[in-house]
């Protein structure tokens, strides 16, 4: 009796499990989780937006409270420091939306920039809520102390921040240039408030307000760009 050569099986190719309409469902599919992931992506853009407004509504604020233009009242002086809080939100929407693109560089700005917003928000609770109370002579004296060099520390830090991640967004590409040249512009003079007359701190005020408020306005119109790609 002649053994009979078992023919070998062909393997299944993976493909011969799926129907016909199984790819075009797939994408499908796929399409649709990235919608739903670019959803959180473009709200976090806007709230970043809408901080930045609100940051340089609040500048816009000190500027006239500083110019005698407003009263100057307990509310004034708690607004302050919230101007500093706010401009936190829309500089982590910039660095996600378009800061990463610069790489290292990119986020060591990022992260200088922001340590050194979070320490002006102490140096304008200091200004607005402890100093507008103090007498000048006291004032004077805390200011020879370690105070004084905690200020000046945390001026410094916000001007090289400020700097920092400007380039960075100029480096990563897809920010305007005016609006971030302007930024920087109106944070010289408020990093160095101790040595620039009254006038020229106004003026850093209102151009790193409109500064803030253009950026924030075009991330707004932005806002789906960044997920998009």
Avoid: C
């Avoid at 805390?142 to 830090?157: C, E, H, Q, T």
């Amino acid at each position: 009796m002649l053994a009979r050569t078992a023919e070998p099986r062909r393997p299944q190719s993976v493909t011969s499990f799926q129907s016909p309409a199984e790819g075009p469902r797939h994408k499908e599919n796929l399409a649709t989780v990235q919608s739903s992931a670019a959803v959180p992506s473009v709200t976090l853009y806007r709230l970043a937006s809408v901080a930045g407004v609100g940051s340089a509504l609040i500048l816009l604020v000190n500027a006239a409270k500083r110019s005698a233009l407003i009263a100057t009242t307990d509310l004034t002086q708690l607004l302050a420091p919230v101007a500093e809080i706010l401009a936190l939100g829309l500089v982590v929407g910039l660095f996600l939306a378009f800061g990463r693109r610069a790489g290292l560089l990119g986020t060591i700005a990022f992260a200088v920039n922001f340590f050194a917003l979070a320490g002006l928000v102490g140096v304008e609770v200091v200004i607005n809520l402890v100093f507008s109370k103090l007498p000048l002579t006291t004032i004077i004296d805390l200011r020879a102390g370690p105070l004084g060099l905690a200020l000046v520390v945390s001026s410094v830090l916000f001007l090289l921040g400020t700097l920092a991640f400007v380039i960075s967004l100029v480096v990563a590409r897809g920010v305007p240039r005016i609006p971030l040249a302007l930024y920087f512009m109106g944070a010289v003079p408020i990093a160095l408030r101790a040595f620039v007359p009254e006038w020229a701190l106004d003026l850093g005020l209102v151009i790193l307000a409109a500064a803030i408020a253009w950026l924030a306005g075009w991330l707004w119109i932005r806002a789906s760009a960044p997920t998009s790609r």
